[in-house]
Every structure is written in C-alpha cells, then in structure tokens.
C-alpha cells in the first residue's frame, strides 16, 4: 500500500527509461519484504521487465534480497554510461 | 582516492596533467589513460545533444568502489576517474581515466578494465536527441569486439 506520510518505511526508486514507462520517479511503501514485492506494491502489478537491475541501499541486489523498514530500493534499466 | 562525478563540463587533458604533476619523479614508468567524447553520431541518426542521467549517491560510491578494486588488482601508484553527467554536446568529453603505475601491464589493464566496468555496470543512462526525437540507449556497444570490425 502507497504512503503520504514521511515516515518509516520502503522508499522505492525508478530511473531512466523505466521512470518513463512507470510514470513516476520514487513512492514510499509501508513495507516490504524483498525488492520483488516492492515492485509489484510500487507499480499496482505491472509487468517486470526481464532485463532490470534492482539495488537496494546503494547497493547491487537480488529481487529476493531481504528489505526492512527505511530501506532504499531502486530500479533501473541496463545501465550505458561511460 | 580520487573519483568524482561533474555536473560541469570537464577537461580531461587538464585532468590528467594536474594529477601528472602530484606524482614522484621516477616512480611510475607507465602512464595509461582513457577520454570518452560524445559523438555526432549514432547507429540509427545524427546526434543533436545527450542527456546522462546516474543515481546520485550510488555513483558516486560505485567510482569509489571502482577504484579501490583496481588499486588492489593492480600495482597503481595513482588513479583519477571523472565522469560527467547532465546536458552533453557532441564533442564535449564524457568522462576521463588515468591509472599509473611503475609498469605499463598493470596501468594498460587497469585502465581498460575501469572503463568496461563502468560502460557495463556504473548506474549512468545516455539518453540522445536527434532529428528522430529522443530516445534512452538501450546498451553499450560491446567495446571489445566493435572496434576491430573493418
């Protein structure tokens, strides 16, 4: 369930292309027990795309990779830097 | 440690020259480095502008996770990466690498290897502006194999 409040909980990140095709930049979510449910809650159920990466803290992650409360999680697209 | 990302436009000659300077006399033997520059061109259209957008704060700690991974694979005596980000024009560099070291494998590799792993895995999007509209990359060119074609 999407927050209004700025309080403990799962704030979720999109960049790039993705941003585009979700439609928004970042959402705050009660909670979530891994990036996987963060993106189903964040998206009301979209499709993943088979090819995104996901981070969590700043960090390369899994979609099963555990989250608590206060957590960053971030999806974006293969990356084309340099 | 010396990595930072720029918002501004870069000179990478003067980069390179003012971390030259801080080095030793005699110590590095070798000198390797790697400029990125935005073309005019890409494989579908002329090229008008990019934008290169990251993840502030992951960038960030992932140049700095870069560079600490080659100093310890490789004997650096130093190593500087810059990359820019925001508004790019064609001919405006794009980011700039510099590894040195008392032998040339070690500042070669180091360097090659800084710039395919940030090419592959540092979270940097170029999105290009063309005659066509604007459109994200979907990848980077494979920069082992591209260039050899004839």
């Known amino acids: 369930m999407a927050k209004t409040i700025n309080q403990m909980s799962i704030q979720v990140k999109f960049f790039a292309s993705l941003r585009d095709k979700i439609g928004k930049a970042d959402i705050e979510l009660d909670a979530a027990k891994d990036p996987a449910e963060a993106w189903t809650l964040a998206t009301d159920n979209a499709p993943r795309p088979d090819n995104i990466l996901v981070a969590v803290n700043l960090d390369y992650a899994r979609f099963d990779t555990p989250v608590k409360d206060g957590d960053e999680v971030a999806f974006f697209p293969p990356v084309t830097g340099g | ?150």
């Not at chain 2, 000659?13 to 080095?23: T, Y």
């Not at chain 2, 810059?82 to 508004?87: F, S």
């Not at chain 2, 510099?98 to 940030?118: F, K, N």
């Open chain 2, 1 to 150: 440690m010396s990595n930072w990302i720029s918002e501004q436009a870069i000179k990478p000659w003067q980069i390179l020259a003012d971390c030259e300077v801080l080095q030793p006399t005699g110590q590095h033997g070798a000198t390797s480095s790697f400029i990125g520059t935005m073309r005019d061109f890409s494989e579908r259209e002329n090229l008008e502008k990019m934008v290169l957008e990251h993840y502030p704060q992951m960038t960030e700690r992932y140049l700095a996770k870069l560079e600490k991974l080659a100093r310890c694979r490789w004997p650096l005596q130093d190593c500087v990466i810059v990359h820019r980000v925001g508004d790019i024009l064609p001919g405006d560099p794009i980011v700039v690498i510099g590894c040195w070291s008392a032998h040339r494998r070690a500042a070669i590799d180091a360097c090659d290897w800084l710039i395919e792993e940030l090419k592959h895995n540092a979270p940097f999007w170029k999105k290009e502006f063309g005659p066509e509209g604007a459109h994200w990359v979907e990848q980077n060119t494979d920069g082992h194999s591209l260039g050899n074609k004839p």
